[in-house]
């Protein structure tokens, strides 16, 4: 397994829901490595960017009225195969088919308002998180749990 990071963002429905902290308990918890963490408005053609995939959808402006309707939490995580072990804590995209347990299978009901994002594949997550943080808004640091946590 290698080390990567994905983009984590917990979404404006997760935010004025109040919570932020369950969700990133959930990745710490986890033994995943925090390296940017903040509270942001997110302008649309930024939204735009970050979903440029899905631009062809007939849900994509719903889809960015929604993610730039009110302030979301953006994260870096670094770990060992942390893209795809992130998208397993998060669950389906369909929260009414996500399995309990996960995030989106806990915490939410529909497609629209499925509280949290994470990046699909490792140079997604360096795509969005060279997107959504700037120079100087990411952390280097040495966890002292390492030893405890990987080989
Ligand atoms: P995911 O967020 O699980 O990676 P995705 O990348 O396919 O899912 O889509 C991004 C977001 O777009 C998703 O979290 C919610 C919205 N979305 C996806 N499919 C949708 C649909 N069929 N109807 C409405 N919104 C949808
Ligand atoms: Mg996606």
């Given at each position: 397994e290698e080390v990567e990071e994905t983009y984590i963002m917990i979404k404006p429905d997760g935010f004025q829901r109040g919570l932020v902290g369950e969700i990133i308990s959930r990745f710490e918890k986890k033994g995943f490595k925090l390296k940017g963490l903040k509270l942001f408005q997110c302008p649309k053609e930024l939204a735009q960017e970050h979903y440029k995939d899905l631009?062809?959808?007939?849900?994509f402006p719903k889809l960015i009225n929604y993610i730039t309707s009110g302030p979301v939490v953006c994260m870096a995580w670094e770990g060992i195969g942390v893209v795809a072990s992130a998208r397993k804590l998060i669950g389906v995209t369909n929260p009414l088919n996500a399995e309990p347990g996960t995030i989106r299978g806990d915490l939410a009901v529909q497609t629209g308002r499925n509280v949290v994002h994470g990046s699909d594949s490792p140079e997604n997550g360096k795509r969005e998180i060279a997107l959504w943080f700037k120079e100087g808004e990411l952390c280097e640091w040495t966890p002292l749990l390492g030893p405890w946590l990987t080989e």
């Open positions: 631009q062809s959808k007939p849900f």
